[in-house]
């Protein structure tokens, strides 16, 4: 190409910014019209109407709080229907959050403030009229919230990129408050690690998941030296326990007995490894649930006896239910919703 | 096989300097003498300004896909991130051994007899850009690996050619502002890919956590990207020469047997074991980061910066510190650089706290970076003939790289074992004792320069 005169060169260029330009503004026209069609409801979706959503006790039946997902203009908005109905219609609330728990009145609601060229990330915690209380800055994108079942205590669970040990690895940062005082402990991290029976360091500590016992005891998921553990916590001594191997994301059931919990299931596909277990305190044994896709949620106990989970859907994700004894077959509860909260 | 210095030889020069091409130029340069009588087209010759587009360019898009690949794994496929930090260290690794494939692919005589930079060079920038549009169709956890390890196989083949045509297009005494034009134009593209990438998203119209499963928003920037990276190679074949100063006199073809021969060439070797023992004692960028964060007490909403403020002192010194190496030698430079870092390690070591500090840190790691990275090719390239310049380039910039990557893993032991603070202490220590002995054995009596 050295042959070429100066001038083909520069107009070979010329053409080409031009050519690559069109292509590549193409394709950005393209995903922002996709993007503005989420703006308008889907025909076959669940209808969604602007009301009161409360945090409280209601008067008849329990309600299920979740962010709903489907397309429209309440996208992404806190969203309420009847516990006994959660196919029907759905009531909106305006708060947006990308990941949503509540308990005892108080809610926490992990949102993305959009910036100019980033986004910023807040826990918010919300009193029964959803209307914030506080907010705190949180490092990186959103995955785990908890609150304990008094309402007391929110926990988040965020990741964080960089803060880590080798290249563009990834870490988490899971921090819990107390709403009565604002007592933030902001990293699990430091509290002191008792890992079979001897204290531990180490420099690739990672937690999340945190789910609650009561206002001063919780069980979350501990992650070292490539291995996962359930750890159970106690915030006035500070300490992390570890119970039980290769345990993400455990949800305690109500009444304290069993942690249904996502298993690494030697086996199955890197990018797929995960199925719904139950495992009893007691006797730590681990019952294998009928869901037999993969799982990456935290669940949500119905009752003692049912679990309610998020997997990929048309409009992102849809909750789906399965008995927690490992019997009977998993069923689709509604779609276009993640993040569920029983209210009441 | 000392030949006398630079300076005060007739070192190969390109066409466009021959005598009676051109008046002097008015302004002299500090250094003076015959320097100066090259113009300043000389001094940063169209070449070097071509290759430094190249890598903006690349840079640009490859530094788009770098940003929002952790978001898009993490939200966009909703996978998991353990194991990823590894694989991104192993793939480094296999890159830097790559480069030495690269070097001496390079330096292989093509049927007209001239070295085949360009052609390698051609090849790691394609492979690089043809991963791009690749991302698009890639939606699980091995196949986006291989993708990345392809663009990393593009990475380590294109470096060293590209640093050796550099050097080959500079005459000897303008090659540490040469690099540091190119290191500056480089760094540029590295800053400006992330904010490109972020606009993308925020123009595809959706929130930057696209979380649920949709990827339109992230195939816009892989896009984008592919048509930036497609750009770079057109500007490369277009407007780098293929043949290039002290390049088309060569008659014999070097084999792998001169490659590894090059270290019997003492300026080479005393480089090379400087270069390694000093990239084990430079704690990785995370580390230092994260040191940063915890001992001077950074909010962590600011930690995503920290890299831009490295960058940004890099960007702004590479070329003035580019130019001082060709003043005092850039042995000395690239020695004096890791004087910087100590200095850095010192002030993270000191009870200071707060943004000031951090400031001051951020800085002396970039005027680190801005001493010692294209310095080093610089250095390099001295003791190097120009018929083994891509072999020779991929010996020290696979040593420093593969150096950096142990370090990596030891620092990351010794952190477990006695914490962050102690561990930089040490990695301080050790770092101060290798400047004393590069400064010892760098030093600049005669520049090796081979014609």
Redesign the interface.
């Known amino acids: 190409?050295?042959q070429?005169r100066n001038r083909t060169?520069v107009l070979?260029?010329l053409i080409?910014?031009l050519l690559?330009?069109a292509?590549?503004t193409g394709?950005?026209l393209?995903?922002?019209d996709?993007?503005?069609r989420?703006d308008q409801a889907q025909p076959g979706a669940p209808a969604v109407d602007s009301g009161d959503v409360s945090l409280q006790k209601p008067t008849s039946g329990r309600q299920l709080v979740f962010r709903n997902?489907a397309w429209g203009p309440h996208r992404d908005e806190l969203t309420a229907v009847p516990a006994d109905r959660p196919d029907g219609p759905r009531t909106a609330s305006g708060v947006h959050c990308?990941r949503f728990h509540a308990a005892g009145g108080t809610g926490i609601c992990l949102q993305?403030e959009?910036g100019?060229?980033?986004?910023?990330y807040r826990a918010v915690v919300l009193d029964d009229h959803l209307k914030e209380k506080r907010s705190f800055?949180v490092?990186g994108?959103p995955t785990r919230s908890r609150v304990s079942p008094s309402g007391h205590l929110a926990a988040w669970t965020v990741?964080?990129?960089?803060?880590?040990?080798?290249?563009?690895?990834?870490s988490t940062?899971t921090s819990v408050v107390d709403v009565r005082d604002w007592n933030l402990r902001d990293n699990l991290e430091s509290f002191d690690i008792v890992k079979d029976g001897r204290p531990y360091?180490?420099?690739?500590v990672n937690i999340w998941g945190v789910t609650f016992a009561d206002d001063n005891t919780f069980y979350a998921t501990l992650?070292t030296a490539?291995r996962t553990h359930l750890v159970r916590g106690d915030l006035a001594s500070r300490t992390l326990t570890t119970l039980h191997d290769n345990v993400e994301c455990p949800s305690l059931s109500p009444d304290g007995t069993r942690v249904a919990y996502k298993k690494r299931v030697p086996g199955l596909?890197?990018?797929a490894?995960w199925r719904l277990y139950v495992l009893d305190l007691a006797t730590m044994t681990e019952t294998p649930t009928a869901e037999q896709r993969d799982i990456?949620d935290q669940a949500v106990w119905t009752d003692n006896g049912a679990l309610l989970y998020a997997l990929?859907g048309d409009?992102?994700?849809d909750l789906w239910t399965v008995p927690a004894d490992g019997g009977g077959a998993a069923r689709r509860v509604t779609g276009a919703a993640?993040a569920p909260a029983y209210v009441g | 096989m000392y030949v006398a210095d630079s300076r005060r030889s007739k070192a190969p020069v390109a066409p466009a300097t021959a005598p009676g091409h051109g008046p002097a130029s008015p302004c002299q340069e500090a250094d003076g003498g015959h320097g100066g009588r090259a113009a300043l087209r000389a001094a940063v010759p169209g070449a070097v300004v071509a290759l430094g587009a190249v890598s903006l360019v690349t840079d640009i898009s490859s530094e788009m896909v770098?940003a929002v690949?952790?978001?898009y794994l993490?939200?966009g496929?909703?996978?998991?991130?353990?194991?990823?930090?590894?694989l991104?260290?192993l793939q480094?690794g296999f890159s830097a051994l790559v480069r030495l494939a690269g070097g001496h692919l390079a330096d292989r005589r093509g049927g007209d007899g001239a070295a085949r930079h360009k052609a390698v060079a051609a090849v790691g920038y394609g492979l690089s850009a043809l991963c791009k549009p690749l991302l698009l169709f890639a939606h699980?956890?091995?196949l986006i690996g291989a993708v990345i390890a392809v663009d990393r196989t593009g990475k380590g083949l294109r470096t060293a050619p590209r640093d050796a045509m550099i050097s080959l297009a500079t005459e000897p005494e303008h090659r540490g502002r040469a690099f540091g034009v190119h290191r500056a134009m480089d760094t540029a593209g590295a800053l400006l890919g992330p904010?490109t990438a972020?606009?993308?998203l925020?123009?595809?119209?959706?929130?930057?956590?696209a979380?649920?499963?949709?990827r339109?928003?992230y195939?816009?920037v892989f896009?984008?990207s592919a048509?930036?990276a497609?750009?770079g190679v057109?500007?490369l074949?277009?407007?780098v020469?293929?043949?290039l100063g002290g390049d088309a006199t060569s008659t014999s073809a070097p084999s792998l047997r001169d490659g590894l021969s090059l270290l019997r060439l003492p300026g080479l070797r005393r480089l090379t074991l400087c270069a390694v023992l000093l990239g084990l004692t430079t704690v990785?960028d995370?580390f230092l980061?994260?040191l940063v964060?915890r001992r001077l007490g950074l909010a962590?909403?600011l930690?995503?910066l920290?890299p831009l403020g490295t960058a940004a002192a890099f960007l702004l010194l590479a070329v003035p510190l580019g130019a001082l190496a060709d003043r005092i030698g850039r042995r000395r430079l690239f020695t004096a650089g890791h004087a910087v870092l100590l200095l850095a390690y010192g002030l993270l070591l000191s009870p200071l706290h707060g943004l000031p500090a951090t400031v001051c840190v951020l800085v002396l790691h970039g005027a680190f970076y801005a001493a010692t990275d294209g310095v080093l090719a610089a250095a390099a390239a001295d003791a190097v003939p120009a018929e083994q310049r891509g072999a020779g380039l991929a010996l020290v910039g696979t040593g420093q790289a593969l150096a950096r990557f142990a370090c990596?893993?030891l620092f990351?032991a010794l952190?477990?074992a006695v914490g962050?603070t102690t561990a930089l202490a040490w990695s301080a220590g050790a770092l101060a004792l290798c400047v004393l002995g590069a400064a010892a054995v760098l030093r600049e009596p005669a520049r090796e320069v081979s014609s």
Do not use: K
């Not at chain 1, 990741?159 to 990834?170: M, R």
């Not at chain 1, 360091?201 to 690739?204: E, G, I, K, L």
């Not at chain 2, 925020?202 to 956590?209: E, F, Q, S, T």
């Open positions: 190409m050295n070429l060169r070979i260029l080409a910014v690559l330009g292509v590549g394709a950005v393209h995903a922002a996709r993007t503005a989420r997902m990308l993305a959009h100019a060229l980033d986004d910023t800055p490092a994108i990741f964080v990129s960089g803060d880590s040990y080798a290249g563009t690895n990834f940062r360091q180490a420099h690739d992650a490539g596909p890197d990018d490894p990456d990929p409009y992102g994700a993640v | 770098s690949l952790p978001l993490l939200t496929l909703g996978l998991s991130p353990l194991g990823f930090g590894l991104d260290g480094n699980t956890v091995p904010l972020f606009l993308v925020r123009l595809a119209g959706g929130p930057l956590l979380d649920g499963g949709e339109h928003g195939d816009a896009t984008v048509c930036i497609a750009l057109l500007v074949l277009l407007f020469p293929s043949r990785s995370s980061y994260l964060q962590t909403d930690f995503p920290l990596s893993l990351g952190w477990s962050g």
